[in-house]
């Protein structure tokens, strides 16, 4: 019996930047009712394999076959055409215009008419197929992120879509959204459709695949089956080409000796911000890792801001090291030993047109070891980043690269670098790991574990539940601008943290 003819083929695909090599004679297949997990370390080529399909980038050599057939995709609409649809990681909506308005982009119409009659119906259909309905007349901005994905990937379906390309689709759902896509990507595969799965999380490359590709430095390492021999310790060490040791987090008890590092009584919050805090208690004691959970903007931004200093709360106080803050600003929290982390590593982190060296030493210029009577020491500057870079390993040509050369995971190495260098009392986490690679994401944990062994107090704002459940000694769960519950790591669990995470404390459950 002749093998299946494959949905998708990509045979030999080579794109270069400049002498960089992202994709290396690269060989593909997606079979009908597959549901491929891509695997790779940052910088190993998934994304720009996936941008070749979907038209985004012009392959430098190798062919492209659909059904069995040579194909030219020279451009997005050449591949929607052809039937290969991708959902980003960051949603091409318009939040101001309905559901509908939003499908019916790209739409052709007959005599100037928009279809509005047939994308409700084939709204019904897909919904119907796939269980995934959404409201045609609601406003984007009025649904919730796990909605938007739901529209994205119906616009997709619409366009008629047969392969699907999700790029980190879990990063910002709840479990219970979580298991509403996987359910429909089961759903997709029984209909003969292929899904292409990228993701970081290998609990969930388990979960949802039949089948892993692995890359690594711009070339396929290995295909092979999703089944009970495939761990995932081994899909890890796959990636990153070596044995992989995942920090341990000691059992440690927070006594009454512990020392209360950070605390936040009643805080409340006002202003433009589009959820405010209400009511906000928080105690983090020295040696402890608390990880806050919720779906993006219920108010974890704004706790991280009024911790930085950056958002002054309309109500409440602040604490650190039982020290009363009367005035709130970034200089003042810094001084006091909070060190800050930022999500936006390229925006309120780092300067990605300066070089590296004025980038780590920006927030302590005005420090005696950098400054002198205004003027810069430049040795003194260039010794210390130097160091932090020997330090971390991070990938630099030295502390004179622009800071926007660096990838994502030596970004996040110089951002823990830079803050870890002046001994915090208390450290400030937002999405520390996102976008990282298995072995940069254990770099980074493992750090904080070295903070927390010192007693040091740390916060971790991140929407990877795998990753708080990792490193965390307590979880709060925040929903609307609440902390709903504040959970023992050793009590929680996935459905618990998720039924509090879409507002429903246990109880009422």
Same mark, same amino acid.
């Given at each position: ?43 190993? *080529?998934?994304?720009? /394999? ?30 929607? =055409? ?29 005599? *100037?008419?928009?279809?509005? $009659? =047939? ?37 997709? /379906? ?6 699907? +390309? ?41 979960? +949802? ?7 690594? /430095? ?68 020295? *040696? ?24 002054? %709360? ?66 003194? +500057?260039?010794?210390?980043?130097? #160091? ?22 030596? !970004?996040?190495? $110089? ?8 001994? %915090? ?6 999405? %520390? ?18 903070? #927390?062994?010192?007693? #040091? =107090? !740390? ?16 979880? $709060? ?21 998720? !039924? /509090? ?7 009422? =459950?």
């Amino acid at each position: 019996m002749s093998p299946p003819v494959p949905l998708l083929e990509m045979r030999g695909i080579r794109k270069h930047f400049g002498t960089v090599k992202a994709n290396d004679n690269i060989d593909l297949r997606l079979y009908p009712g597959d549901i491929l997990g891509l695997l790779g370390e940052n910088g190993a *080529g998934k994304t720009t /394999l996936m941008n070749v399909l979907f038209g985004v980038y012009h392959p430098d050599g190798g062919k492209i076959f659909i059904d069995g057939k040579q194909v030219h995709i020279g451009n997005s609409s050449d591949a929607l =055409a052809l039937g290969v649809g991708m959902v980003h990681q960051h949603f091409h909506v318009v939040p101001r215009h309905t559901v509908l308005e939003n499908l019916m982009v790209g739409q052709k119409g007959n005599f *100037g008419r928009l279809p509005k $009659a =047939a994308i409700r119906k084939r709204m019904d259909d897909i919904g119907q197929r796939y269980d995934l309905s959404l409201d045609p007349d609601v406003r984007v901005e009025d649904l919730t992120i796990g909605q938007q994905q739901r529209l994205e990937i119906i616009k997709a /379906l619409i366009f008629g879509a047969r392969i699907l +390309i999700l790029d980190e689709p879990t990063a910002t759902l709840t479990p219970h959204e979580t298991d509403g896509l996987f359910a429909a990507l089961r759903a997709m595969a029984a209909k003969q459709m292929g899904v292409i799965f990228i993701t970081h999380k290998l609990n969930e490359i388990r979960a +949802i695949t039949n089948r892993v590709v692995i890359m690594r /430095l711009g070339k396929v390492i290995t295909s092979l089956k999703n089944d009970a021999r495939t761990s995932r310790k081994r899909l890890a060490e796959l990636m990153c080409g070596q044995p992989i040791h995942p920090p341990e987090r000691p059992v440690k008890t927070v006594s009454d000796a512990s020392p209360v590092r950070l605390s936040l009584k009643n805080i409340c919050t006002t202003g433009r911000a589009r959820t405010h805090l209400k009511d906000i208690n928080l105690d983090v004691y020295g *040696g402890e890792i608390v990880g806050i959970a919720g779906v993006s903007g219920n108010g974890q931004k704004e706790l991280a801001d009024v911790i930085a200093g950056v958002l002054k %709360p309309s109500s409440g106080q602040i604490y650190i090291n039982k020290q009363l803050l009367k005035q709130i600003s970034p200089g003042i929290v810094q001084a006091l030993g909070v060190g800050r982390i930022p999500e936006d590593r390229t925006g309120t982190g780092l300067i990605t047109t300066l070089p590296l060296s004025d980038s780590m030493v920006l927030p302590r210029i005005s420090e005696k070891k950098f400054n002198r009577s205004g003027f810069l020491k430049q040795g003194a +500057i260039r010794q210390f980043v130097t #160091r932090l870079i020997e330090q971390y390993g991070i990938k630099a040509d030295g502390p004179d690269i622009r800071t926007g050369t660096l990838s994502g995971g030596n !970004l996040q190495k $110089a951002l823990l670098a830079r803050e870890l260098a002046w001994d %915090p009392q208390v450290l400030l986490a937002a999405q %520390p790991t996102r976008g990282l690679d298995v072995s940069a994401a254990q770099f980074v944990h493992q750090k904080f574990m070295d903070l #927390r062994q010192r007693d #040091r =107090a !740390l916060v971790i704002i991140s929407e990877n539940l795998e990753e708080l459940f990792e490193i965390s000694d307590r979880i $709060a769960v925040m929903y609307e601008g609440r902390i709903m519950d504040i959970l023992p790591v050793e009590e929680a669990t996935v459905s618990r943290i998720g !039924l /509090l995470m879409a507002g429903v404390r246990e109880d009422a =459950a």
